[in-house]
């Protein structure tokens, strides 16, 4: 069984479309986060949820929404697309309480034409 | 807030060599400190973690090095092999902070 699995793996859209990202993780974790890798390959975190609560929100625009529908699940809704938004987003998740690793989900490589 | 610093971003070293990669960190707060592994078109994957209580921790070829009073750490890879190429992050967080911060990565290739 995969641990953190991520819905679509690509995604290529046009500039002021809207699209969602799905994540789903079955190791009964506390925190789930979104982290985005650019084409430098920086990993910068841009949403953290704990329990289903928000706890960091990294200065993401406003076009970015996250929604945790509970523990096991968060997903990433972006309204008007721009090329800027290019990039590979990725889902995690972790045991806070103990500190414990991140477990990524596979990626999903978002182009923006 | 926590700021990881990393260096090289690039490294090249032939099969057999040792490479080393480090890290500074600025929040004394932090206590774990893991370090991923990225393939290319993969995701992030750990390959060794130390907490704040230990000063060093083996795993066959590879080993990481915390100095809690300078506030950094470092990977070691030993007897480097082609499939060691990679991306590789180092990251600090500490308990409850709710996110880990990461390093720049750095670039390690591997020559056979």
């Known amino acids: 069984d995969t641990a953190v699995s991520q819905t679509p793996k690509y995604l290529v859209t046009q500039m002021g479309n809207d699209k969602s990202i799905k994540c789903e993780q079955n190791l009964g974790h506390d925190t789930m986060y979104w982290y985005k890798q650019d084409s430098k390959k920086f990993l910068k975190i841009m949403f953290s949820?704990?329990?289903?609560?928000?706890?960091i929100n990294e200065t993401v625009p406003n076009r970015f929404s996250p929604k945790s529908p509970d523990k096991a699940h968060l997903n990433l809704h972006i309204n008007s697309l721009e090329l800027g938004d290019s990039a590979v987003y990725f889902c995690a998740s972790s045991q806070v309480s103990t500190n414990e690793k991140l477990f990524f989900g596979s990626g999903t490589q978002l182009s923006v034409l | 807030g926590e700021n990881v610093e990393q260096h090289p971003s690039t490294l090249s070293v032939q099969e057999g060599d040792s490479a080393v990669i480090k890290c500074t960190y600025s929040?004394?707060?932090?206590?774990?400190f893991p370090w991923y592994k990225q393939e290319l078109g993969k995701r992030p994957q750990l390959i060794i973690d130390i907490r704040s209580n230990v000063g060093e921790k083996k795993d066959q070829r590879i080993a990481v090095t915390l100095n809690k009073t300078a506030k950094h750490f470092s990977l070691h890879i030993t007897e480097t092999q082609p499939e060691d190429s990679a991306v590789y992050f180092c990251?600090?967080?500490?308990?409850?902070?709710?996110?880990?911060?990461f390093g720049d990565g750095t670039t390690l290739t591997v020559k056979p």
């Open positions: 949820y704990n329990n289903k609560e928000l706890i």
């Open positions: 990251a600090a967080s500490h308990t409850n902070a709710g996110k880990s911060t």
């Open positions: 929040d004394s707060a932090s206590n774990y």
